[in-house]
């Protein structure tokens, strides 16, 4: 250093000058490297904490997009996608993912996350019967070959968006055990099923969120000794009543886009846009949320009725909590 030069001393020169230099002084400066590294990622951890992101793929692209995402972000589920090069039909795909549940050496490597592609147009598409995609059906819309798409075992399904997945001609029906957990249905549409579009049979709790039921032939949403909770769902036309909750069952509304409307189309007079069916049954609305304000025009001014109970409630009671289970970040592929 020439004389009169002036250079701030760093920690690590300090730390280096006391030690004397030698062989040591790579293996300093990496230790010094990695304490500083070790705490911007503890901080990075904190600030993205409070970031929320409930759709698994938005949260898969966010921690893809760089490397300090990836370092910072716990991995998420592991996931897979319908269309699926193995599997011609939804039904098949899931209950493929159902045996591998079953097996306990592979029970730890199947996905638990199944997201349903989105169509390239904006205009929506369709799932018709079995699930599977014709030469002309535009992508997202999917045609279906049976009355239900069956789920038996917990699994988050995932569309891009009502507008953008649409399934066709065919509803969902939840089973299983309760105690298995839970089934979250999220950002996709259920249309012109023969029955209903959401039925949860005695089996496992159901989550929907940003979803839509349109035109489907029974109920809209039909829950039998089971609890369903839904935010911001929409139910149109359907041919009986809009929501019904029956045996035991509770259904628990939240979200100022909810809609019950123009249901009961078959005129049959004991359908309501909400029908708590018997004295066993429930259904809660978060408020602000009114039945004034969500069920309209159903089968004949029957916009709600039964003999249970629709009541206000505060946010969160009634409500089922999910909580995600991180495992290993990749999409699975397999046989």
Known sequence: MSTGETKETTTATTALDADGGGGHDELSLL???LVSHHK?????RRILSFHKTRNPKEYINLRSSSKLFHRALPPPPLWTTFPHSNYATLQSLVNRLEELRGDEESSGNVPSVLFIAAGDDGTGGGVKKRFYRGPDCPKGRFIAAAEYVIIK???SMYGAGRGMTTLVGVGLKIKGNKSDGIVEIENLKIKGGEKSGLYAEAGMNVIMRGCSVEECGGMGVYAY??????DDLQVVGCGNSGMCVHGNATITLSGQGTTIQGNGTKGKSHDYGLNAYDSS??????RPLTKEQISNNNGGGRNWGGGGTIEQCDEDY??????????????????
Do not use: E, Y
Not at 40 to 44: A, C, D, E, N, T
Not at 225 to 230: K, L, Q, V
Not at 281 to 286: A, E, K, P, R, T
Not at 318 to 335: A, D, E, L, Y
């Open 31 to 33: 230790a010094l490297r």
């Open 40 to 44: 911007r990622m503890s901080l990075f």
């Open 153 to 155: 075992k917990p699994l």
């Open 225 to 230: 000794g089971a609890d369903i909770s839904c």
């Open 281 to 286: 049954s429930n259904i809660h609305l978060v």
């Open 318 to 335: 009634g409500n089922i909590v999910q909580v995600s289970k991180w495992g290993h970040t990749r999409n699975v592929f397999f046989k």
